[in-house]
Structure formats: C-alpha cells, structure tokens
C-alpha cells in the first residue's frame, strides 16, 4: 500500500510525463508544418515581398535566401499549428481548473487567439503595404533602396508580431476589469492617458516612422474603447448578482 509521501511523487510523475507528452506532441506538430510550409515557402516568399517587387530585394550573403525561407517555413508552420499547440497546452491544465475557471478559461483561450491571428493579420495585409509604400516614398533620382530579404524579413516579423500582441489589450483591460483591479469609469476619466500610452506603445513596438506608429494606435484605440464598454457591462451584471 502506498503512503502519502509516495503517492504524491507518483501523481507528480504523472503530470511531467503528460507535460512530456504534450511538449513533444506540440514539438513534432509544428516541425510537420515547417516541413509542410517549406514546399510553399518560394510562394510565401513572394508574397512577402509583393509591397517591394518593383524596388527588388536582394540576398547579401550566400545562404541569407536559404535561412529566410527555412525562418518563413518555421514561422508560418507555427502560425498554423498555434491553435492545436494551444489546445494541447489547454487540455493539459484542463483538470486541475474548477468549473467556474473552466468557464474562464476556455473563452480567454478562444479570444485571445482570434485576437492575435487578427492582428497578425492586419498587420501583413494592411499596415505592412502602406508602410513600405510611406518608406519607400522617400527615394529619390540619387537615393534608391537596396534592400536585403533578412533586412526585410525580420522588419515584416516583429511588426506582425508586435500588433498580434498589441491586439491583446483589450483583452487586458477587460480582464483587469472583471476581477476589480481596473474599475471602468477610471478608464473613463482618464482616457487622455490612454492615448499617450497607447501611442507610446505603438511606437516602442514598431519601426521609427509615424505611419506603422499611427496604423497601430488607430485599431488599438478602437479595441480599447469597445472593451471599456464590455467591462461596463460585465462589470455592471456582476454586482447585479453580488
């Protein structure tokens, strides 16, 4: 029979072994859709460069094409198996939550995915175009752009990563809402500092130029203030209840 102390190490040995399981499970996932993606990844890398294709993009080195359709690969296959990674890493909390957390937990999830796959999103598609287009306006008859494809790759990652993760501030404000830490009205009263916050964030996180800074700031704005309102909801509901 198994005393308490050696049942406790088993339990425990049980959870690293499934922590293992799902680890590796996330780990062959996203090495399959690297592998996957890499078949496309001259299509992806045309894409990438679509905002730039009359300037042209250039390797500097001899491998530098190589590696930056190997990190194209790897980040798009991570960028499609993001969900499974997550739900694996959901189902491996999953029992150790009550039902009220349950019931937290799950739409938190769920949202704070679609919000980083739309700000993803609307970052390479829409700030991405007009920001090299801004850039690129500064050319002359004496100065032309000579860009390299990492130069170029590294910029278009931390930019959509940077609004995937922007896009996450509503969600913040919303759950510092709920759990009484931030009250609604305080963000009423001081949304002026919310702007220069927001404005400050958008330009730590993007390049040095006012447009990325401005197509960031304007979504997040608008974000923000429709969670301001969903808190005045949620928050209002929850002391009807109390």
């Known amino acids: 029979m198994l005393e308490a102390g050696d049942a406790q190490e088993q339990s425990f040995l049980d959870h690293l072994e499934e922590l293992r399981g799902t680890l590796i499970q996330s780990l062959i996932a996203a090495l399959a859709a690297t592998i996957l993606c890499w078949f496309v990844s001259s299509d992806m890398l045309d894409l990438l460069v679509r905002p730039i294709k009359d300037q042209g993009v250039y390797f500097t080195a001899p491998n530098e094409a190589f590696m930056v359709r190997l990190k194209l690969s790897a980040a798009m296959g991570l960028f499609v198996v993001a969900p499974f990674i997550f739900f694996r890493i959901y189902m491996f909390i999953l029992p150790g939550l009550y039902a009220k957390e349950k019931k937290v937990v799950t739409p938190l999830l769920?949202?704070?995915?679609?919000?980083?796959?739309?700000?993803?999103?609307?970052?390479?598609?829409?700030?991405?175009?007009?920001?090299?287009?801004?850039?690129?306006?500064?050319?002359?008859a004496y100065l032309s752009p000579l860009i390299g494809i990492g130069a170029y790759f590294a910029f278009v990652s931390k930019l959509c990563l940077a609004f995937g993760l922007v896009f996450q501030l509503p969600l913040l404000v919303l759950f510092l809402s709920v759990i009484g830490i931030l009250d609604p009205r305080t963000l009423l009263r001081t949304w002026r500092y919310a702007i220069v916050l927001i404005f400050a964030m958008s330009a730590l996180l993007t390049p040095p130029d006012v447009i990325s800074q401005v197509m960031m700031a304007g979504p997040v704005l608008v974000l923000y203030w429709s969670s301001v309102v969903v808190a005045f909801i949620v928050t209002r509901r929850r002391r009807k209840e109390d």
């Not at 949202?111 to 850039?135: D, E, H, N």
């Open 110 to 140: 769920i949202i704070t995915t679609l919000l980083f796959y739309a700000g993803v999103s609307f970052g390479f598609l829409v700030v991405i175009p007009q920001v090299m287009v801004f850039l690129m306006s500064f050319g002359t």
